[in-house]
């Protein structure tokens, strides 16, 4: 069984608490409300206007949606 853990918000403290716990969850997911954001961070795997210079882990993705958790 694979864990996962959600956060609601891909701005910078959404960004790096997603980087901390991909260290003990096998995937981890920001949801973004802004989809225009979630594409550019989901593609860039950078998120440029919030973190610049700071990687997603492999492990981490990004989806548009409102705050709902359905995957």
Same mark, same amino acid.
């Given at each position: 069984?694979?864990?996962?853990? #959600? +956060? +609601?918000? !891909?701005?910078?403290?959404? %960004? /790096?608490?997603? +980087?901390?716990? @991909?260290?003990? #969850?096998?995937?981890? +997911?920001?949801?973004?409300?802004? !989809? ?10 950078? *998120?440029?206007? #919030? ?5 997603? %882990?492999? *492990?981490?993705?990004?989806? /548009? ?5 359905? @995957?």
């Amino acid at each position: 069984m694979s864990s996962r853990a #959600f +956060i +609601i918000g !891909a701005g910078g403290w959404g %960004t /790096a608490l997603g +980087i901390v716990l @991909s260290e003990g #969850f096998d995937e981890v +997911i920001l949801r973004e409300h802004d !989809a225009a954001h979630a594409e550019l961070v989901q593609k860039s795997r950078e *998120n440029r206007p #919030f973190l610049p210079g700071v990687k997603l %882990t492999d *492990n981490m993705k990004v989806q /548009a949606g409102e705050a709902g958790l359905e @995957s």
